[in-house]
């Protein structure tokens, strides 16, 4: 197209490839349904306004930049929005098309023994991580604020202070429990969509399988976008799609229809992109831990409106302002996405498992899973702290843990962020669990000293993480992430349920869970496709546990 200043008075819709056809139309939602005409915009036929947009190529989507600065446009008559959506709403988009007819059509037969099995795991480990963070300033906040909204027709449970309070509430602080330490599952973190699904499920005393099954749905297509469009966060914006993944989950508990589940998706998706700077670099705030809740929260809210008949915009993906406009570039989703790991990646085509099922857990909290954190014993017998002269770690990536803004942790949500800070700590205490995070810890003299010793380089050439210590004879002892239980890209090695077992021990026994409480915990979340009503779950287990001070 021509330069801004050259565009001509009159928009006219072509088949022709150098203009805009009537596809593009299509696409941004401008002059949907309409047929091209050489002299204007007719009306179309069925067929014409039900032609999937991915009839046009990647190259012939229309960036928002051709749109700016063309004035003096004309628009005929001849549209006819014939979508038969609530509220004279138009058609879908293609993407959320795709998406909604997928989790429509998701149902409980997904649920096999291996998947529940695998499921039973990661829900110990979430409400594991969820007692971790339990008594935390951010929080205790949270509860607070949930205490001034008491639950209506609606109620669930924000865990450990027995506070009835609508769901999106109670997704939103127990959310933030669950990721406080930075403790579950890597990477992605989508474990921190569940408790939002489990608020909803006590709401409408959804049976276990149900909630399962919604939490299936919400990894499906957190990884059916999350492997479309990989490279969202370049443009500042993180982990985008914890909304719409939770919106699904939460909309297929809700029974609600295909034309309310596409404005769920939408109301999850167009008012909130969050940006990245919330555990970026600097100092943190309590919204590192709690960016993902707050996503849940505004997605639960979403599918409630959805429900009650609100709508949202028809094509928030492909609609010119859309996200394909704004954020990501066009792309091409394909649900179920058979992808896992982290970062998430097409699965071998040998492997049949659900995303759900390819999680990395931690084995330490911390950023990244704490790299290296298994080799501190060798490098406590190498040198000790006062022995050493200096600490030169390498990564290929200086990422959300490394930057200068680390050096000083005054709160747990840059500590467990902070690489400095855990290095130190495991070298003087030769390992890293919840007690390197209490105000006590931060200011810990000797862990600081050993601070003042590190240099972080950034070397993108690396594989993964580099650790050398240099002691004052001049004797020096280097390692790497793939010595330290991790694999030459710096990602964990499998897990196994034993691990996981004596991580949530751990967590327990840290918390002053009794061991009578712990296995009820983990006997509930394990089989909790057996249980008939998730309200009974959540009250049996979760309800209280641990001490707390009044809020």
Same mark, same amino acid.
């Given at each position: 197209?021509? &330069?801004?200043?050259?565009?001509?008075?009159?928009?006219?819709?072509?088949?022709?490839?150098?203009?805009?056809?009537?596809?593009?139309?299509?696409?941004?939602?401008?002059?949907?349904?309409?047929?091209?005409?050489?002299?204007?915009?007719?009306?179309?036929?069925?067929?014409?306004?039900?032609?999937?947009?991915?009839?046009?190529?990647?190259?012939?989507?229309?960036?928002?930049?051709?749109?700016?600065?063309?004035?003096?446009?004309?628009?005929?008559?001849?549209?006819?929005?014939?979508?038969?959506?609530?509220?004279?709403?138009?058609?879908?988009?293609?993407?959320?098309?795709?998406?909604?007819?997928?989790?429509?059509?998701?149902?409980?037969?997904?649920?096999?023994?291996?998947?529940?099995?695998?499921?039973?795991? #990661?829900?110990?480990?979430?409400?594991?991580?969820?007692?971790?963070?339990?008594?935390?300033?951010?929080?205790?906040?949270?509860?607070?604020?949930?205490?001034?909204?008491?639950?209506?027709?609606?109620?669930?449970?924000?865990?450990?202070?027995?506070?009835?309070?609508?769901?999106?509430?109670?997704?939103?602080?127990?959310?933030?429990?669950?990721?406080?330490?930075?403790?579950?599952?890597?990477?992605?973190?989508?474990?921190?969509?569940?408790?939002?699904?489990?608020?909803?499920?006590?709401?409408?005393?959804?049976?276990?399988?149900?909630?399962?099954?919604? #939490?299936?749905?919400?990894?499906?297509?957190?990884?059916?976008?999350?492997?479309?469009?990989?490279?969202? /966060?370049?443009?500042?914006?993180?982990?985008?799609?914890?909304?719409?993944?939770?919106?699904?989950?939460?909309?297929?508990?809700?029974?609600?229809?295909?034309?309310?589940?596409?404005?769920?998706?939408?109301?999850?998706?167009?008012? !909130?992109?969050?940006?990245?700077?919330? !555990?970026?670099?600097?100092?943190?705030?309590?919204? &590192?831990?709690?960016?993902?809740?707050?996503?849940?929260?505004?997605?639960?809210?979403?599918?409630?409106?959805?429900?009650?008949?609100?709508?949202?915009?028809?094509? /928030?993906?492909?609609?010119?302002?859309?996200?394909?406009?704004?954020?990501?570039?066009?792309?091409?989703?394909?649900?179920?996405? !058979?992808?896992?790991?982290?970062? #998430?990646?097409?699965?071998?085509?040998?492997?049949?498992?659900?995303?759900?099922?390819?999680?990395?857990?931690?084995?330490?909290?911390?950023?990244?899973?704490?790299?290296?954190?298994?080799?501190?014993?060798?490098?406590?017998?190498?040198?000790?702290?006062?022995?050493?002269?200096?600490?030169?770690?390498?990564?290929?990536?200086?990422?959300?843990?490394?930057?200068?803004?680390?050096?000083?942790? =005054?709160?747990?949500?840059?500590?467990?962020?902070?690489?400095?800070?855990?290095?130190?700590?495991?070298?003087?205490?030769?390992?890293?669990?919840?007690?390197?995070?209490?105000?006590?810890?931060?200011?810990?003299?000797?862990?600081?000293?050993?601070?003042?010793?590190?240099?972080?380089?950034?070397?993108?050439?690396?594989?993964?993480?580099?650790?050398?210590?240099?002691?004052?004879?001049?004797?020096? #002892?280097?390692?790497?992430?793939?010595?330290?239980?991790?694999?030459?890209?710096? =990602?964990?090695? /499998?897990?196994?349920?034993?691990?996981? &077992? &004596?991580?949530?021990?751990?967590?327990?026994?840290?918390?002053?869970?009794?061991?009578?409480?712990?296995?009820?915990?983990?006997?509930?979340?394990?089989?909790?496709?057996?249980?008939?009503?998730?309200?009974?779950?959540?009250?049996?287990?979760?309800?209280?546990?641990?001490?707390?001070?009044?809020?």
């Amino acid at each position: 197209m021509a &330069k801004t200043s050259e565009e001509p008075k009159k928009i006219v819709a072509s088949e022709s490839s150098g203009g805009l056809n009537r596809r593009d139309l299509m696409k941004f939602g401008i002059y949907t349904g309409a047929a091209v005409a050489s002299n204007g915009i007719g009306v179309a036929s069925a067929a014409q306004q039900n032609q999937s947009p991915y009839a046009a190529s990647a190259k012939q989507f229309v960036p928002m930049s051709r749109w700016k600065g063309v004035t003096g446009r004309t628009a005929t008559a001849g549209y006819v929005n014939d979508s038969g959506r609530a509220y004279g709403n138009g058609p879908m988009d293609e993407t959320s098309r795709r998406i909604v007819e997928w989790v429509s059509g998701a149902s409980e037969s997904l649920l096999t023994d291996e998947v529940v099995h695998d499921m039973g795991w #990661m829900l110990v480990d979430t409400i594991g991580c969820a007692i971790a963070g339990f008594e935390s300033n951010s929080i205790r906040i949270g509860a607070k604020v949930a205490r001034i909204y008491p639950a209506g027709p609606l109620k669930s449970t924000v865990w450990g202070y027995d506070i009835s309070t609508p769901p999106d509430l109670a997704g939103f602080v127990n959310g933030s429990m669950v990721r406080h330490n930075d403790f579950n599952d890597n990477g992605a973190h989508a474990s921190d969509i569940v408790p939002g699904i489990l608020a909803v499920a006590e709401a409408l005393h959804s049976t276990g399988r149900q909630a399962l099954l919604a #939490m299936i749905i919400s990894w499906e297509v957190y990884g059916a976008l999350q492997l479309a469009a990989p490279n969202y /966060p370049k443009n500042g914006i993180d982990n985008l799609y914890v909304g719409p993944a939770c919106a699904m989950a939460v909309g297929k508990l809700m029974g609600l229809n295909n034309d309310q589940l596409a404005n769920a998706l939408s109301l999850s998706l167009v008012p !909130h992109l969050p940006m990245r700077i919330d !555990h970026a670099y600097g100092p943190n705030s309590m919204s &590192k831990g709690n960016h993902d809740a707050e996503m849940v929260r505004c997605a639960i809210f979403g599918a409630i409106c959805a429900r009650e008949g609100m709508t949202g915009p028809a094509q /928030p993906f492909e609609g010119m302002g859309g996200l394909w406009d704004v954020v990501t570039g066009p792309f091409d989703l394909k649900i179920p996405s !058979h992808a896992g790991g982290n970062p #998430m990646h097409k699965l071998d085509d040998s492997d049949h498992r659900l995303v759900v099922q390819a999680l990395e857990y931690k084995r330490f909290p911390g950023n990244g899973g704490a790299p290296i954190m298994s080799l501190m014993p060798d490098f406590q017998n190498f040198a000790k702290p006062e022995d050493i002269e200096s600490v030169l770690i390498e990564v290929n990536s200086f990422g959300d843990g490394s930057d200068p803004g680390k050096f000083d942790p =005054r709160n747990e949500e840059t500590a467990d962020h902070s690489t400095p800070y855990y290095i130190a700590w495991a070298l003087v205490h030769g390992d890293l669990f919840l007690d390197a995070y209490t105000q006590e810890s931060l200011m810990n003299p000797e862990v600081r000293a050993l601070m003042k010793k590190i240099t972080i380089h950034e070397d993108p050439t690396l594989h993964g993480f580099k650790l050398t210590v240099r002691r004052k004879d001049g004797q020096e #002892m280097t390692r790497t992430a793939s010595e330290g239980g991790q694999d030459v890209g710096g =990602r964990p090695t /499998p897990i196994d349920t034993e691990e996981l &077992k &004596k991580k949530f021990d751990r967590i327990c026994a840290y918390k002053g869970i009794t061991t009578e409480h712990r296995e009820r915990i983990r006997k509930t979340w394990y089989d909790l496709g057996a249980i008939k009503d998730t309200a009974e779950a959540i009250h049996t287990t979760l309800v209280h546990f641990g001490a707390f001070k009044p809020l």
